[in-house]
């Protein structure tokens, strides 16, 4: 009992030192993250080195893979682009595994005291530092529990029935592929399945013939990670899924078969003497290999995956949902899902600027098709504004810098602001069901002004929208500079109207939806200046 209370303490560590590392590297490379998916190309070979990159950051192939789904899932990411991704991450999952077999005790004590000083000065103002001191505490807590697991399992040697499973176990391949499989299934990280495998080999439990099957049982349940988070998402990401276990699958199928003496020959040849080396470039070896033979066909593994999981003649497609890029896959990855609320937000905006655009053709047409089309686009903007605050609320609960956090609280507004322009261009679609209800009819002076100040409006709009697409602070003063100009066609349109009344040149009943519509107009130009004005905010 002694020895699983402190296998299990052991694990525990190790696996939270993970988390705290991976999280410091994120917020050191957030942004720097969030491009590195935009690099991705129709080339296979870019996807798998974002995905190498990708996970020796966030130091997990699964949250890796499962972001793949999601990003498939989307729309964002095709099959093809996957599949390369899915093998970079194999390839940077064995970082860890490389880091643990080195005895660095030393240099983790160095680590964990470095860090924590660096935590206790870093403060708001030096964000970067806290980021460093997570890193280093994660890095140290990493290999404290990694101590933990060899001191746990090396009295197990000292019992004969232990070492006789094991031996058995190390003697039939097939069955420690299984208990491979199993572990990683189980903990739900190859990282810390080949922990174990490394501390039960430096203690000389398990030797490299029993160990490389286990090994390769890991891949395979890394593949559970994956397979479980498309369970409810389109076809092409439950494909994505599937390609992940395909590809790993086969690699095992090779391995076994034909390339299994040639990699415990280099791994012995490497290091004749370090069992915990060995087992640690077996697992490169066998991800690069892999990953080498297999490019080649990856379109082929794509194919399988379509075969796996095909298209029915009488299926109907799917239909567009009212959220795209929102997926709580991403959350574990929050520079990314901050990427995807960025792009959700863009989609909800332009919905509103159709909503602005049917509302004032509504008006100047009279077209009540018009109408209706902005009162169902206000319902689905009321909807998206409901489901990004509630992502962005749990985001929000994620570990995050202090300058994402501010980004989030922002974007708070940023939403709502959209919301309003929602609402505001509703208010003109009723001012123009009010036109054709009284047959109310505008002066040809009045309705030029009415297309000025709406394409003023506009571009204003659309200049913010860009700014935050792009998080450019140069658009955003144009757009803020346009709003300025809103401002002064207002009060000059105002008076124009009163001289025109003054003239009995217009009703009195038009007079009034003309000052409520240059009302409400100038008011949408208000919430895209707020806009721009965030985009600002975020970069100082």
Not at 236 to 261: S, V
Not at 284 to 293: A, C, E, M, S, W
Request: hydrophobic share 45%; glycine share 6%; proline share 2%.
């Amino acid at each position: 009992m002694h020895i699983l209370i402190s296998l299990i303490g052991g694990l525990g560590l190790f696996l939270y030192g993970i988390s705290v590392m991976g999280e410091g590297l994120q917020k050191s490379t957030g942004p720097k993250l969030e491009k590195a998916i935009g690099l991705l190309t129709s080339s296979t070979i870019m996807g798998v080195l974002v995905g190498t990159v990708v996970t020796g950051i966030i130091q997990s192939s699964g949250a890796t893979t499962v972001m793949v789904v999601g990003f498939v899932n989307a729309g964002i990411m095709s099959l093809y682009q996957a599949i390369g991704v899915i093998m970079g991450a194999n390839i940077g999952t064995t970082v860890t595994a490389q880091l643990v077999s080195f005895d660095v005790s030393i240099l983790s004590s160095i680590a964990l005291g470095i860090g924590i000083v660096l935590y206790m000065i870093g403060s708001k103002s030096k964000p970067m530092l806290k980021n460093i001191s997570e890193i280093l505490i994660g890095f140290a807590i990493l290999f404290i529990g990694m101590r933990f697991m060899k001191e746990a399992v090396a009295p197990l040697s000292e019992y004969p029935i232990v070492k006789s499973i094991l031996a058995k176990i190390a003697t039939e391949p097939f069955i420690a592929l299984i208990a491979g499989f199993l572990m990683t299934t189980i903990l739900q990280s190859s990282s810390a399945s080949m922990g174990i495998l490394i501390a039960l080999s430096s203690q000389g439990l398990m030797p490299l013939s029993g160990a490389l099957p286990i090994l390769y049982g890991d891949n395979i349940g890394s593949c559970t990670t994956s397979l479980l988070s498309s369970v409810g998402a389109n076809k092409n990401a439950k494909r994505a899924a599937t390609m992940h276990l395909c590809f790993n699958i086969i690699g095992t199928i090779l391995f076994m078969i034909i390339l299994n003496k040639p990699i415990t020959w280099i791994v012995q040849y490497l290091n004749p003497n370090d069992s915990a080396r060995q087992i640690a470039n077996s697992h490169t070896l066998f991800n690069i290999v892999n990953v080498i033979l297999l490019l080649p066909f990856s379109k082929f593994i794509v194919k399988l995956a379509m075969l796996i999981i095909p298209d029915k003649d009488d299926e109907e497609k799917e239909s567009t949902t009212i959220i795209k890029y929102l997926d709580d896959r991403m959350l574990e990855t929050p520079a990314i899902a901050y990427g995807n609320i960025i792009r959700e937000s863009l989609r909800m905006g332009k919905k509103a600027k159709d909503g602005f655009t049917s509302a004032t053709n509504a008006l100047i047409n009279k077209s009540q098709k018009q109408i209706n089309e902005t009162f169902e686009k206000e319902k689905v903007i009321n909807e998206q504004q409901k489901r990004i605050i509630d992502y962005l609320i749990k985001l929000s609960n994620r570990s995050l810098d202090d300058n994402m956090r501010k980004s989030l609280d922002l974007l708070f507004h940023t939403i709502n602001d959209i919301e309003r322009i929602g609402d505001l261009s509703e208010n003109i679609a009723e001012l123009a069901e009010n036109a054709i209800k009284n047959n109310v009819k505008f002066s040809e002076r009045a309705l030029d002004e009415i297309k000025e100040i709406y394409n003023k409006t506009l571009e204003s709009y659309d200049l913010s929208l860009e700014a935050m697409k792009q998080n450019d602070m140069s658009i955003a003063n144009n757009a803020i500079e346009l709003e300025e100009d809103v401002d002064e066609l207002d009060k000059a349109y105002r008076n124009e109207h009163m001289k025109r009344l003054n003239q009995h040149l217009c009703s009195i009943d038009s007079g009034i939806i003309y000052l409520d519509l240059l009302t409400n107009i100038e008011r949408i130009s208000d919430h895209s200046a707020s806009i721009a004005k965030r985009v600002i905010m975020v970069n100082k």
